[in-house]
C-alpha cells in the first residue's frame, strides 16, 4: 500500500478501528509518547536503537522520553 493510499485515512479512536498495524511503512514522520514506558531496564535501549535505525534511514523522529527521578 502506498502512503498516498493512506494520506487521509483515520488513525482510529473510540468505536472506529481506523489504520492497523502494517498498513503504513517507512513513515516520514514518526511521532512518538514516551515509547519506552512501561518497560523494564533493557528494553528501552533496544526501542531506541530501532528508532535510530528508522531515522538513519531518512524518517524524521519526534519523541517525548520521561525519565524516572531515580
Known amino acids: 500500500m502506498s502512503k498516498l493510499?493512506?494520506?487521509?485515512t483515520i488513525i482510529g479512536g473510540?468505536?472506529?478501528l481506523g489504520v492497523t498495524g502494517g498498513i503504513i511503512n517507512d513513515p516520514i514522520i514518526?511521532?512518538?509518547?514516551e515509547p519506552t514506558s512501561g518497560l523494564?531496564?533493557?528494553?528501552?535501549?533496544?526501542?531506541?536503537k530501532v528508532l535510530k535505525r528508522i531515522a538513519r534511514n531518512g524518517s524524521i523522529v519526534?519523541?517525548?522520553?520521561?525519565q524516572p527521578t531515580y
Request: glycine share 4%; proline share 4%; charged share 15%.
Open 14 to 16: 473510540e468505536g472506529h
Open 40 to 48: 523494564d531496564s533493557t528494553s528501552p535501549f533496544t526501542v531506541v
Open 5 to 8: 493510499s493512506v494520506v487521509k
Open 30 to 33: 514518526l511521532f512518538l509518547d
Open 62 to 66: 519526534v519523541m517525548s522520553i520521561h
